[in-house]
């Protein structure tokens, strides 16, 4: 039976992975991840979930307790942020190179130094080449299905690719939402037992990972690459079969709101993108067309949806939750980079906010959007990236 | 206990792996799979077991085998026993192989990790007292005195006790072993095959192209270390120590030879003068009168 559970997103992130039928889970406590695996670990020990939950004492060996087990031929969970996700970078890599189809929740956290605990996705987009498929949630009830669709994508043949589910820090992690926890059986029925690329046997044994030369590595980039264009095929059609079956859609790569006659399109990520919509309710009323593209898959990203959306604006604003030093948000690159083939490209404008878990309401997008579109009378952006709320 | 005649045929490390030769490394290796058959998961990390393998897309290891992160056998070992046992498949032993380096220093915390886990696994370091891989650079588990290419003029610290720091996380099991002596390696790997929970094998395995010398010599100079007493045979179970045949018989200073003729043997000692010889001889001595006071005690740490 299908229930309602009034949860914080880290709890609901523990349901999902219950759900999802995980043997392994692997995992080091860090602010704000911790109530993930806790809500876990409590399910193991009342019995309610069969699994081996693997105390770790480092988020570097918590991804390689994953990869063993993975490797081994069970289906494996984690849960990191900020400083977590950082020391784990090396083992990201061999993760997405051994082609095992590992999720994690990312609770996303600001990296210091200094210090903060708040939320910004500087920690997952600096991961943006390990070769991980990346999802941003938007609220409690996507990341449960999230959660359930990218081992549906992950564990298909043509991806094999890990991926990470990322959560803001607070702003989901901690906030109690109502979700819906669907039918087990049904979601035994979407989501059949892990099935690995191949049998761990002893009478037909394979060595996995030695060393390669220069003459094949070129070949397991390319395959790493195409995995990545298939998940980009593949991701649109499990979040509409999803839908089909639960209910809950998520627009498959990019969740688009009011955009069919938007002179201006919002472009953002997770919560961000959420209060857009509310921004852009209220600035329709005042007859300004405005949408909101929530970009929900970063990893593959989606260049082409991103150049569909370019045919219909004028103007794409930005808001970046991040900021590469020296350059500006990575969302800001990614769109532009996304463009360039294209002819009579959108003016495109980047905004820098919410950077260690400042505050961005809706009032802050609308304000985000009444520049832009300045900006887009003028025929001319004034300023490449825009640091919102700034107070130097 | 097993004679050599009683190790089984099959070889699981098979012709034309890329060890250099007269490894000692590889000796150990071929012991471990005559000791445990074909039934093992390998977790290997970066040492020079990656480079025996062979590269893509050929193998010289006959077992499955994942090679893993430099710091990371332990953990990886860790995840790997928590599938099998969830798969039913109890009966294949997992096997950490991992060097010096990959045990003694970077993957020192996830050995003890592991270990304080009680996962269930064996964990080999094969130890040459260097980075042999990279090419023969200092590591925790190289000794006072010996030249590498981070030590030209000899390391001026003493070598990291390993297996008393495995024996302190209160494992079942820890083992010291020398490919000069395959019986007792094989009978210490089939014993710690049979208990459940971290077992610690630390192999001393010489190594001509890091340790300078003839690549004839590697069974000698194993023999010298161990006749010298500069490394003693021993196993620590449930915290009991007992030195091993013939470490057993060399308590008495009598009966071991002057460590001067293990160091001579090797290049890499050859700079040592009389008194760093007389210092690391005393250092040995000292070793053998505490392994005297542990052989009485109940637990030795």
């Known amino acids: 039976m299908a229930q309602i559970v009034i949860d914080t997103a880290n709890h609901i992130a523990g349901y999902a992975a219950k759900a999802a039928r995980v043997k392994v889970v692997a995992a080091y406590p860090i602010t704000p991840q911790t109530t993930v695996v806790e809500k876990i670990a409590e399910f193991v020990e009342n019995g309610e979930m069969d699994a081996e939950y693997i105390r770790v004492e480092s988020e570097h060996s918590a991804m390689a307790a994953c990869i063993g087990a993975a490797a081994a031929g069970v289906r494996t969970f984690t849960a990191t942020s900020a400083h977590g996700l950082a020391l784990m970078h090396e083992a990201l890599h061999w993760a997405s190179g051994s082609r095992l189809p590992i999720v994690m929740v990312v609770v996303n956290r600001a990296m210091g130094a200094p210090w903060s605990i708040w939320p910004d996705l500087s920690d997952s987009l600096s991961q943006r080449d390990t070769g991980w498929i990346q999802f941003y949630c938007a609220d409690n009830q996507e990341v449960f299905d ?69 003459e094949w590595y070129m070949e397991f980039r390319y395959m790493i690459h195409s995995a990545m264009e298939n998940a980009k095929r593949l991701i649109p059609e499990i979040d509409k079969e999803y839908g089909k079956r639960f209910g809950f859609q998520y627009g498959g790569l990019v969740d688009k709101y009011r955009c069919e006659d938007a002179e201006l399109v919002i472009c953002t990520m997770g919560t961000m993108g959420a209060e857009a919509k509310m921004a852009v309710d209220n600035l329709r ?108 | 206990m097993v004679s050599i005649k009683e190790l089984p045929k099959e070889e699981y490390l098979l012709k034309g792996h890329a060890a250099c030769a007269g490894c000692g490394a590889a000796i150990a290796l071929r012991l471990l799979f005559k000791a445990l058959g074909n039934k093992v998961f390998l977790v290997v990390p970066a040492c020079c077991t990656t480079v025996i393998q062979g590269p893509y897309p050929f193998t010289s290891f006959a077992v499955p085998l994942q090679n893993m992160l430099f710091e990371a056998t332990g953990a990886t070992a860790s995840g790997v026993a928590a599938a099998l046992r969830i798969r039913g498949l109890e009966d294949i032993t997992v096997v950490g192989w991992a060097g010096d380096g990959g045990t003694a220093d970077i993957g020192i915390q996830a050995l003890s990790g592991a270990a304080e886990r009680e ?50 996380h209160r494992v079942p099991y820890v083992a010291t072993a020398c490919p000069s002596y395959p019986i007792d390696f094989v009978n210490k790997l089939r014993k710690a095959r049979e208990i459940k929970g971290t077992k610690y094998i630390h192999v001393l395995t010489p190594c001509p192209t890091g340790w300078r010398y003839d690549a004839g010599k590697t069974v000698e100079i194993g023999r010298l270390a161990v006749q010298t007493g500069i490394w003693a045979l021993y196993e620590i179970e449930n915290g009991r120590f007992r030195l091993n045949p013939p470490s057993d018989r060399l308590v008495d200073k009598s009966k071991r030879k002057p460590v001067k003729e293990y160091l001579t043997m090797q290049e890499r000692f050859r700079h040592l003068t009389d008194a760093d010889v007389q210092k690391i001889q005393k250092w040995v001595d000292e070793d053998w009168a505490h392994y005297q006071t542990l052989t009485s005690l109940e637990r030795c740490v």
Not at chain 1, 161 to 189: N, R, W
Request: with cysteine; proline share 5%; glycine share 8%.
């Open chain 1, 285 to 392: 009323k005042e007859g300004l067309k405005v949408g909101v593209a929530r970009i929900r898959v970063f990893r593959p990203f989606p260049v082409e949806e991103i150049r569909k959306i370019a045919e219909q604006a004028r103007m794409i604003a930005t808001i970046d939750r991040h900021i590469s030093f020296g350059m500006e948000g990575f969302l800001a690159t990614e769109v532009k980079a996304s463009l360039y083939h294209s002819d009579d490209n959108p003016l495109v404008v980047g905004f820098v906010a919410g950077l260690g878990g400042r505050d961005v309401t809706f009032k802050t997008i609308e304000g985000i959007a009444k520049k832009s579109l300045k900006w887009l009378e003028k025929g001319k952006v004034e300023k490449g990236t825009e640091w919102v709320d700034l107070r130097v």
């Open chain 2, 119 to 168: 996962t269930n696994f064996i964990y080999v370091c094969y130890d040459n007292e260097a980075y042999g891989n990279t090419g023969l650079q200092r590591s925790g588990a190289t000794p006072y005195g010996a030249w590498t290419t981070t030590t030209p003029t000899g390391k001026r610290e003493r070598k990291k006790n390993m297996p008393f720091i495995m024996a302190a």
């Open chain 1, 146 to 214: 999230t959660i359930i669709q990218a081992y549906k994508l992950c564990e298909d043949q043509r991806v094999f690719l890990p991926a990470m589910i990322c959560l803001e820090g607070f702003i989901l992690s901690h906030t109690y939402m109502p979700v819906k926890i669907h039918d087990q059986e049904e979601i035994d029925a979407f989501l059949p037992p892990y099935k690995s690329g191949w049998v761990l046997d002893v009478n037909n044994p394979l060595t996995h990972a030695n060393l390669v030369s220069p």
